[in-house]
């Protein structure tokens, strides 16, 4: 036996088809693009990015939390060279550091150190530009020279940073790495017009959807307003031609009985004369009808459905009855 679809699922296609079918105008492509767009721009401004690749993607120094280190000085020993160094707490992972600043420190050389012992354990990863294809040894020679030296300054960090930066200079000297200053780009500005940007479209869109929806519905209102005055008047006009029909056929009898001598007195001339004035006071009333005027209309199909069983009393030789 086939088992009809639930309740939750019958309401949920309906809305699933009108997003797709949102989606598949150009207004809804549009808007997707946006999305996506505002997508790349949350993405590229380091909205995934861990607590050590935010800092260095505005930064060209991190050292972990408890070591003792200037921090400030170390970043004034590197400058604006392309040049990145991570001081690690012994024990860290030093590769995995190097793979979660790969996108925040792109362009540069990274070197991220931790102490191990009287030495230093180091890590290198040269981002310049072709590193994984024509510069691959130029990098591979960069991470080797980057940290050359530094591991008589094992209990001076900031020394260590200095010696970096004059083995990062000489790598420049030598062409090895690009010359040039590192270019960066403040992240909150980026976040800022992100967050702007799937605002607007979001909200844009929502706008829209909702003032379509509900234009829509008015206009769907307005449709069944206007069916429905249309029907009523239809009614009344179809009930009107009917009594007319119906007077039409009493004519006859009438003119029969009107013309004998006693015929004035008879109660079938009487009820027919103030039938047929009913009928034209009636006609007054639908000359001057309002047809937006439910109620009067409704009245006047009542009012002419009381007319049409007086006219149908007469014509059965029944007693009428008022309307």
Known sequence: MTRSPSPRTATARPGRARVAGLLGTPFGLAVLACLVLAGWAVWSGGALDGPIARHVRTTSFYADPGLDV????????????????????????????????????????????????????????????????????????????????????????????????????????????????????PSLPRFLLAAAAVTGVVAGASVLYLGGRRAGRLAAARRVRRDERTDSRSALSAATAGLAQQIIDLDPTYALLSGRPDGEDSGFVRRYRQLTADHAALLDRLSTLDDADEQAVRELTTHVESLSRRAQSLADGKPGRSG
């Open 70 to 185: 200037d921090r400030a000085a170390a970043e004034r020993v590197i400058g604006n060279r392309r040049l990145v160094v991570i001081l690690r707490s012994p024990g860290a992972d030093l590769r995995d550091t190097c793979k979660q600043v790969h996108r925040a420190a792109d362009g540069t050389v990274v070197l991220v150190l931790s102490r191990d012992g009287d030495d230093y354990d180091t890590y290198g990863c040269a981002l310049v530009p072709g590193y994984e294809k024509k510069n691959l040894g130029k990098a591979a020679a960069a991470e080797m020279i980057i940290g050359r030296g530094i591991d008589t300054f094992v209990d001076r960090p900031l020394e260590a940073v200095k010696v970096i930066a004059v083995n990062y200079d000489r790598l420049v000297k030598a062409g090895t790495v690009p010359d040039g200053a590192r270019t960066i780009s």
